[in-house]
């Protein structure tokens, strides 16, 4: 059974970081098979893929995150990573992990809240 556990959310300032990770377990597969991501959904609004990252090392961004956030990989470790950097407030949302093969498995997500 897929699990995604995420961690690293909180409140953070205008202008601030974070990095989010999420660490995968259960997956019946070398993690270097599958498509990893992440997505968010603020208050009110549909959930929105983010960033995703294939096992090769091929990422792809939202333009509403482009040169602001980083998605990273730790195929050893099981793991992927979301850097957050010139955090805005309107990036307030919770996050979620996404696994990708064949079908999606998300996460249970992790807020980030940024507020001054």
């Known amino acids: 059974q897929v699990q995604l556990v995420e961690s690293g959310g909180g409140l953070v300032q205008p202008g601030g970081s974070l990095r989010l990770s999420c660490a995968a377990s259960?997956?019946?597969?070398?993690?270097?098979?599958?498509?990893m991501g992440w997505a968010r959904q603020a208050p009110g609004k549909q959930r929105e893929l983010v960033a995703t990252a294939t096992g090769g090392g091929s990422t792809t961004y939202a333009d509403s995150v482009k040169g602001r956030f980083t998605i990273s990989r730790d195929n050893a470790k099981n793991t992927v990573y979301l850097q957050m950097n010139s955090l805005t407030p309107e990036d307030t949302a919770v996050y979620y992990c996404?696994?990708?093969?064949?079908?999606?498995?998300w996460g249970k997500g992790t807020l980030v809240t940024v507020s001054s």
């Open positions: 996404n696994l990708l093969y064949g079908s999606n498995y």
């Open positions: 259960g997956t019946p597969f070398t993690f270097t098979n599958y498509r």
